[in-house]
């Protein structure tokens, strides 16, 4: 079947680094999106793999081992605007993206 | 447009009406998305369309929704005879076209209460 983990909810504090892990099993891979979704807000976009290795942009970086079925995103320098909901998605053929439950977190000063 | 829409942005409604959510995508996006997302869960695929047409309803939850769309432009999602069950945010999302790398941009989300 189609299987996206995800923590359920992490705490870290402003200023400090949190890394957000995902595992993925699914029938097809084309590709993993790291989306940002604030409470009651629509998910944004933040960063796109499709090859192995780590994609660095700004505060954020995102690393995929497709061998492993695993994904991180990276946030440095934690600032109180980060806390929100951060969602792992896998398009698992040409399109259709299998979505994680989503990661909660929470920053603390 | 400057981003997705989607309207209302709340509706409330009792049990076994029916309701009409309206997604207006990004001008020039091809492919349109329709998600569902309950309280504290991920998003649920619901449909798919490519231009006009929908090659993947496979994510419908029964024959009581139906999704349709016009012109390449504006979609609505139909859910008739409305249940409890139903309750949750209706996310639309649109891409420039499916697949690849494209992202797809999501619209502020539809909030459904049915009482």
């Known amino acids: 079947g189609q299987n996206i983990d995800q923590p359920t909810e992490m705490t870290a504090t402003e200023g400090a680094i949190v890394q957000i892990n995902c595992t993925y099993q699914t029938s097809g891979f084309n590709g993993l999106f790291w989306y940002q979704q604030h409470a009651g807000e629509a998910p944004t976009f933040l960063s796109y793999n499709v090859l192995d290795g780590l994609e660095e942009k700004g505060r954020f970086s995102s690393f995929l081992s497709r061998s492993k079925g695993y994904s991180y995103l990276l946030l440095k320098e934690l600032q109180m605007k980060d806390s929100a909901s951060y969602l792992c998605?896998?398009?698992?053929?040409?399109?259709?993206?299998?979505w994680g439950a989503g990661t909660k977190l929470i920053i603390k000063p | 447009g400057a981003g997705v829409s989607q309207s209302p942005s709340n509706k409330v409604t009792e049990k076994g009406k029916d309701v009409e959510l309206r997604c207006d995508p990004i001008?020039?996006?091809?492919?349109l998305y329709w998600y569902r997302q309950r309280l504290g869960q991920g998003l649920e695929f619901l449909i798919y369309f490519q231009g006009n047409s929908a090659p993947d309803k496979s994510g419908l939850p029964s024959d009581r929704f139906s999704a349709e769309r016009t012109g390449e432009s504006v979609s609505t999602l139909t859910i008739q005879r409305t249940q409890q069950e139903d309750s949750a945010v209706y996310l639309c999302?649109?891409?420039?076209?499916?697949?690849?790398?494209?992202?797809?941009?999501f619209g502020p989300g539809t909030r459904l209460t049915v009482l």
């Open positions: 998605a896998v398009r698992d053929g040409d399109y259709q993206l299998i």
């Open positions: 001008s020039g996006h091809t492919a």
């Open positions: 999302a649109s891409s420039l076209r499916a697949g690849d790398t494209d992202t797809q941009y």
